[in-house]
């Protein structure tokens, strides 16, 4: 829609989607603003003149958040290319209390169903097999992160993961 306005477009596939699968050092996760970051510099070199607008929904949507308030740059150490404009939909701005959700009621189909999603692509991954046993067949995400996760991001505890990146605290 937007390219048929007279929009140039960019569309990001994160790290273990689409055609770059397998590329990545990290996997992705919810605090990865810097991926956004690399995409909207890319996005500024290939058209200079024109303002970027961001658009992230879900993981991605709490990525921007952290990529807009500057907090992965302290963790980082440097700084993000930020987007002129951006708009977040249906972020969830608290991983630990997000996580604590899925597995209550009818939630928990979904957190069943992203849990073997997120299980099949870690299987699918050329990475440690050892990494891989410490997975169970069924499980939720909440403990995903504690087992892949985490570990996987540089992060000391699926706790550390949580409150790394979760916008919540902007707030």
């Not at 069924?138 to 409150?163: N, Q």
Request: aromatic share 8%.
């Amino acid at each position: 829609l937007a390219m048929q306005h007279g929009h140039s477009v960019l569309r990001v596939n994160h790290r273990g989607c689409g055609s770059g699968r397998g590329l990545a050092r990290r996997p992705y996760h919810s605090g990865c603003a810097e991926d956004l970051a690399s995409a909207i510099q890319a996005a500024r070199m290939r058209w200079p003149k024109k303002s970027v607008l961001a658009i992230g929904f879900s993981l991605s949507a709490n990525a921007l958040l952290l990529l807009l308030s500057g907090l992965r740059d302290e963790r980082l150490g440097r700084e993000l290319e930020r987007p002129d404009f951006a708009i977040a939909v249906n972020a969830p701005i608290h991983l630990q209390r997000c996580s604590e959700l899925l597995g209550r009621g009818l939630n928990r189909i979904y957190d069943i169903k992203f849990y073997l999603q997120c299980r099949r692509d870690v299987m699918a991954a050329d990475i440690d097999p050892a990494v891989k046993a410490r997975l169970p067949r069924l499980t939720s995400l909440y403990r995903f992160d504690s087992l892949y996760t985490a570990p996987a991001g540089g992060f000391a505890s699926r706790e550390h993961y949580y409150e790394s990146c979760s916008t919540y605290v902007l707030l």
